[in-house]
């Protein structure tokens, strides 16, 4: 007896069935093109939105500290195509150029990690160094920022920068020029932690990041890493910022960062201006390779007079060496505020011998 085979009605109702599947299958694919389609707009709504609402931002911002804005084609004509260095950064390049309508002499960056850090960096230094002004920090005069392109134009500074100055062999500064010098950084510091709107952390203070102007007054320059406090915070918590060598530790112990970070960077510089070397020298002698604890055992056995050959006034000498040990404390509650180390530095204020740095640790 064989098998019967599908009836009429039974291949009519597949038929429907797969119609319905098909339809049903059809409808929600719509559906989903639809709402994919309506978020997209949405999106690109909302993010056309956010760019005008940042622009405007901007352009509120570059209305309040008054830059100039500049095009590419002007910065570039400005250093005839980028031609001479003055020096390279982690983010970008810094090139003398002269502006056309008064022969003005100016140091253009060009920001080259537009992308990420680069954006930042541009964003972050025309927001803190726009709207400080001291004779101690370098001046921003105007910015380009023209589809890829992100350059910002500041004050030419003739002498280059400190680094240049106390690391070269062959000439380093007289103690008067080295006293000046520790003071007028001591004094923007203070200026950037006290006296803005906004206490300001460079995080990243060390001597190629001083420049020197035609009358050898230092400025300090390179805002890029710098944070902002709001007016009720004291504290901040940020990745890892700076230069090591010149790192607090509390950069290293994921603990919150103060103002007190750019004190003991200062503090290492200081000691560096003093002696006119780096703060690791693996040349030296054994026991002047750290420059921290050889000045340290200087200051204790005193012997001071063997960190500096020069005839020198030796009430300052030990002033700066001590204000120098105090900025390197372990602990930033022991290290002095700076504006306290400007008291300090002028001589208004008696200082002790300070406890081991905190390489000895």
């Known amino acids: 007896m064989g098998t019967k085979g599908p009836t009429g009605s039974t291949l009519i109702k597949k038929e429907l069935s797969i119609k319905i599947l098909c339809a049903i299958v059809a409808v929600v694919t719509g559906l989903v093109t639809v709402i994919v389609a309506l978020g997209f707009l949405l999106y690109r709504r909302q993010a056309r939105r956010n760019t005008r609402i940042s622009r405007k931002r901007e352009l509120e911002l570059v209305d309040e500290i008054a830059l100039r804005c500049f095009t590419f084609k002007e910065l570039r004509d400005a250093t005839d195509d980028f031609k001479q260095v003055l020096g390279k950064g982690a983010f970008g390049t810094v090139f003398k150029g002269v502006l056309p309508n008064n022969d003005r002499a100016v140091a253009i960056k060009r920001l080259e990690k537009v992308i990420d850090e680069g954006e930042r960096e541009f964003r972050t230094e025309m927001r803190v160094i726009g709207r400080t002004h001291h004779r101690n920090l370098i001046r921003l005069l105007g910015f380009c920022d023209e589809g890829p392109h992100r350059l910002l134009v500041y004050e030419f500074m003739s002498n280059g920068s400190l680094a240049d100055l106390i690391f070269q062999a062959d000439r380093h500064p ?188």
């Open 174 to 361: 007289c103690w008067s020029e080295r006293t000046k010098i520790t003071l007028d950084i001591a004094r923007g510091i203070h200026y950037l932690h006290d006296e803005c709107e906004a206490s300001i952390i460079h995080c990243d203070i060390k001597p190629q990041n001083i420049l020197m102007d035609n009358n050898w007054t230092a400025k300090i320059s390179d805002f890029g890493l710098a944070k902002l406090l709001m007016p009720s915070q004291t504290r901040t918590f940020t990745g890892i910022r700076g230069t090591r060598g010149y790192l607090a530790p509390e950069w290293q112990k994921n603990a919150p960062i103060t103002v007190k970070a750019d004190v003991y960077s200062f503090g290492i510089m200081l000691l560096e201006i003093v002696c006119c070397r780096k703060n690791m020298e693996l040349e030296a002698e054994v026991d002047e390779i750290m420059l921290l604890d050889w000045v340290y055992d200087c200051v204790v056995t005193g012997a001071v007079e063997k960190l500096v050959p020069d005839e020198v006034d030796m009430t300052e000498l030990n002033r700066l060496v001590k204000v120098g040990l105090w900025c390197i404390q372990s602990e930033p509650a022991s290290r002095p505020t700076m504006k306290n180390v400007v008291m300090m530095l002028e001589g208004s204020i008696d200082i002790s011998i300070p406890p081991p740095p905190s390489s000895r640790f």
